[in-house]
């Protein structure tokens, strides 16, 4: 009996105490190698929800291929984009509390010089202020074909020498050097904690080392200048020549706010009901003896 009072209580501990955050979305990007990211489905979703990104059988900017699957990561070429909608729709809600962006991401061939606007930018797409207002139809949407404008981009970006910048839609700042031991031929995480209704970010880390972000908002809504992240959620990669290459994998995007308790916890639970069913039976058999 105690052993089952102390499986109760240690699981209320559990679940009442630090929680995991909610995953909205989640990709490891496991697939078969060439598949076009607008063909496939990330482990964790929003109902019918696929990637935007330059549409196939077209080029970025600079003649750059779709990013595709490859040893089971998502290729980042010299130009092109690979977002997924974060709008709110049936059922889901956008988050408006804190939320973190992570992902392990490769420079790999990606050059240029340390200029903020080129590596791979980890964040958030605002249609309205990359092009200024909505498509004629009054939906928001990310456009196809290679043709997104940077502006429409905030997030944090690592240039190809590991450097780290924060984007507020085109202005970039300098919050760092590269991590000690960076290497472009690695993949190495970027993590950083936003909130979604003010856009502040409040922590970022790449590579183990902690920056310190800016106060100001990096979110924006240029008709109606408002801050809000009902956009899209994904990565932006530039280089500066036909044929660079980086890569992206575990893309996570999660809302602190609606936590869900561990495992754990609910073994736990689970367990200790069961016990407390199987002594009340027993003590009823006895009873009836």
Same mark, same amino acid.
């Given at each position: 009996m ?63 291929? $779709?990013?595709v699957?490859?040893?089971? *990561?998502?290729? *980042? ?9 974060i ?23 990606? *050059? ?23 498509n004629?139809?009054?939906v ?15 997030g944090?970006?690592i ?11 085109? $202005?970039?700042?300098?919050?760092g050097?590269?991590?000690s031991?960076?290497?472009?031929? @690695? ?9 979604? @209704?003010?856009? $502040? ?11 310190a ?15 809000e ?27 602190? *706010?609606?936590?869900?308790?561990e495992?754990?916890?609910?073994a736990? $639970? ?20």
């Amino acid at each position: 009996m105690k052993i089952i009072i102390a499986s109760l209580a240690l699981a209320s501990t559990l679940l009442l105490g630090p929680q995991a955050n909610a995953q909205i979305i989640q990709d490891t990007f496991t697939d078969t190698d060439g598949t076009t990211l607008a063909n496939h489905t990330p482990d964790i979703n929003l109902p019918g929800g696929s990637y935007q990104q330059n549409s196939p059988g077209e080029t970025g900017v600079n003649g750059q291929p $779709v990013d595709v699957i490859s040893g089971n *990561a998502a290729t *980042a070429s010299a130009s092109s984009f690979s977002l997924l909608s974060i709008q709110s729709a049936g059922t889901f809600t956008a988050p408006t509390g804190n939320v973190t962006l992570s992902a392990d991401l490769e420079l790999g061939t990606l *050059a240029g010089s340390d200029a903020p606007d080129r590596g791979i930018l980890l964040g958030f797409y605002n249609y309205d202020v990359g092009f200024g207002s909505l498509n004629p139809d009054g939906v928001n949407e990310v456009p196809s074909g290679g043709n997104a404008n940077e502006n429409g981009y905030s997030g944090i970006l690592i240039s190809p020498t590991g450097s780290v910048y924060e984007d507020q839609q085109g $202005v970039y700042t300098l919050l760092g050097a590269a991590p000690s031991g960076f290497s472009a031929n @690695s993949f190495e995480n970027l993590s950083y904690n936003l909130n979604a @209704s003010t856009g $502040v970010i409040s922590s970022v880390t790449f590579d183990g080392a902690t920056y310190a972000p800016l106060a100001s908002t990096i979110l924006g809504d240029a008709g109606s200048g408002t801050t809000e992240l009902e956009r899209y959620v994904g990565y932006f990669s530039s280089g500066d020549a036909e044929g660079q290459l980086g890569a992206v994998d575990n893309l996570i995007f999660e809302d602190q *706010a609606a936590a869900v308790p561990e495992p754990s916890a609910w073994a736990m $639970v689970i367990m200790g009901l069961t016990g407390l069913f199987w002594l009340t039976a027993s003590r009823r058999r006895s009873a009836s003896l």
